[in-house]
């Protein structure tokens, strides 16, 4: 009894200490126009406004949609940033088809440039020009909130406000997120974010990951972030006395989310600050509109739904596949929902559907769509995983092929390279993954483990966000890694000392057994003599 009330006191004390949520002022920079990045923007953004929080946003896509009402600003940037453009001019690539044929190096080189562009052309908005320039900086934001993908100018504004950083990056880990972490990523087991590997290497694919890693961490430093300096010298150098490196101010993140999350992920060395959340932008299904209800519902077969994501277009598709996909779907007993972007198709088999639009998260929701045919995108992986749906993955380009090997090392999902997929390969890996239980089940497994979590990916996220402006930052959780010269974070410095003392001791050793021998000798001979 007495024992109860004691816990009960405790208990209250607890919840009394737990920290209040005051509403704080956060500035939100979201420059980069990318549709599929605004699926986590917006689930974050709709999230902190809806705990209470008063967001300033320069933004790339209006949230208007949203209706989040008076405590959300929106800073657009108009108009917007056509970056394919620049990528089908500096590399000559006709349609985003022909991605898959891109070198890693060259995919690397573009996003740079799309990032630098990009960066520039929000800086120069006017909107954005009076925010640099304000009088009035103390007081005014409690927290700057900026995409983790090649914008790092804006990291700028938190000198300018004198706030802390949180981060988040879209594509979840990536290997040259250590330089800024101040921990070491082994390339022996951590793919490279765009390699098409997994964490299971052979020696020349580790041979490679490294390569590449090693490459993209050098390209940064030398080519990269000077360029990203120069403009975030042109942009702040009028209002900061001494305007900081890219290279510093990566640094100073007090927190990273991450979209990503176990058993998605490949299991990496990693630090506190860097917080998983993968998911935040799924939300429980809504009622799907009347016709696609129907067309589902009736699929007494099963259905497959079929999305090539927001950039590559399925209408853009060369006319023999287009052709070939529609013999072998034609020939099938289950219903195709397609995400098409033209009005119709010619002489399209009854048993498949298109639309412009889809909502994708709420059709993967139906119990009859039994397979997902996807690019491989983050998202939608993610969604196909939550839903428990088997995919068959054609993936175009950056961590499209890591996200389908892991389906397919998981055991969920099948991966064709889109230039040489056939009629009967088609037909054969979509019957396979419907009538072979091995793939329902293992993507049942790997749901389950993936939306078991002590707290909600969006909950968690807010909850990241309000500790580092309760706390005014959370550089207790920086590694001392980041302060050491790189001859000291890799030990080279321990090691050459080791080795000069192993040399000396060498040395030692052999100057005495020189120096025996030499004795030895002298009383041999004085013993003969
Ligand atoms: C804005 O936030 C404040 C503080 O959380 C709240 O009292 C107010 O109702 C909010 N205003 C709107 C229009 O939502
Ligand atoms: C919310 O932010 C806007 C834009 O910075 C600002 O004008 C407004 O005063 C803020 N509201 C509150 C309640 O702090
Ligand atoms: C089912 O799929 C698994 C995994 O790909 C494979 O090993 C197995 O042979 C398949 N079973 C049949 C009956 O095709």
């Known amino acids: 009894m007495k ?10 004390c607890a919840l009394a200490a737990l920290p209040q949520a005051r509403p704080a002022n956060i500035l939100a920079v979201y420059a980069f126009p990318g549709k599929s990045h605004f699926m986590m923007h917006t689930a974050l953004i709709k999230e902190l406004v809806e705990s209470g929080h008063n967001v300033t946003m320069i933004t790339a896509f209006s949230l208007s949609a949203q209706q989040l009402g008076g405590n959300y600003t929106e800073l657009l940037i108009e108009p917007v940033y056509d970056f394919w453009h620049d990528v089908k001019l500096s590399f000559g690539v006709q349609h985003l088809f ?4 891109m070198k890693n190096y060259d995919f690397l080189k573009m996003l740079e440039i799309i990032g630098l562009k990009t960066t520039e052309h929000a800086l120069r908005q006017p909107k954005v020009q009076a925010l640099i320039n304000a009088r009035q900086t103390e007081g005014v934001f409690d927290l700057l909130l ?22 988040t990056s879209t594509l979840g880990y990536e290997n040259h997120m250590s330089q800024m972490m101040g ?4 390339w022996s087991f951590v793919p490279h974010g765009f390699m098409p590997f997994t964490d299971r290497m052979s020696f020349m694919e580790r041979v490679h990951n490294t390569y590449v890693s090693l490459y993209e961490d050098f390209d940064r430093l ?72 129907s067309f ?36 099938m007993k289950q219903r195709i929902l397609w995400k098409f972007e033209d009005e119709s198709i010619d002489q399209l088999p009854p048993n498949v559907m298109i639309r412009k639009w889809l909502p994708q998260a709420d059709i993967l929701a139906h119990p009859n769509v039994k397979v997902f045919i996807t690019h491989g995108g983050l998202f939608g992986t993610q969604e196909g995983v939550h839903y428990a749906v088997p995919m068959l993955g054609m993936p175009f380009y950056c961590d499209q092929h890591l996200n389908m090997n892991k389906a397919v090392l998981g ?18 890996s979509l019957l396979q993954l419907i009538h072979n239980a091995s793939y329902a089940e293992n ?37 001392a890694g980041l302060d050491l010269r790189w001859y000291q974070f890799y030990l080279l410095d321990v090691i050459a000392f080791l080795g000069v003392l192993a040399l000396a001791a060498l040395f030692l050793l052999l100057l005495a057994i020189r120096l025996l021998q030499g004795s030895g000798r002298k009383q041999r001979k004085a013993k003969t003599n």
């Open 222 to 293: 030398l080519s990269y972030f000077p360029k990203m300096d120069a403009i975030t010298e042109r942009y702040f150098g009028q209002v900061l006395a001494e305007v900081p490196k890219v290279r510093h101010m990566e640094t100073q993140i007090s927190v990273m989310l991450l979209n990503s999350h176990a058993p998605l992920t490949t299991a990496r060395p990693t630090v506190d600050a860097m917080v998983p959340v993968g998911g935040m932008h799924i939300y429980p299904p809504k009622p799907l509109p009347a016709d696609m209800q």
């Open 3 to 12: 024992l109860q009330s004691l816990s009960l006191v405790l208990l209250c």
């Open 443 to 479: 993507v049942q497994r790997v749901s389950r483990i993936f939306r078991d979590r002590p707290m909600s990916p969006r909950r968690s996220a807010v909850y990241w966000i309000e500790y580092v402006i309760r706390h005014k930052g959370a550089l207790h959780m920086r590694s």
């Open 296 to 331: 589902l519902d009736a699929a007494t077969d099963g259905a497959i739904f079929f999305s090539l994501g927001s950039n590559v277009q399925s209408k853009e598709m060369p006319r023999d596949m287009l052709q070939l996909f529609l013999r072998v779907f034609g020939s």
């Open 411 to 428: 055991g969920y999902g099948i991966s064709l390279h889109f230039q040489s997929i056939t009629e009967d390969l088609l037909r054969d």
């Open 98 to 101: 022909d991605l898959t044929q």
């Open 183 to 186: 921990l070491i990523t082994p």
């Open 146 to 167: 900026a995409e983790q993908f090649y914008q790092e100018a804006f990291l700028a504004l938190a000198y300018k406000y004198n706030i802390p950083i949180v981060t």
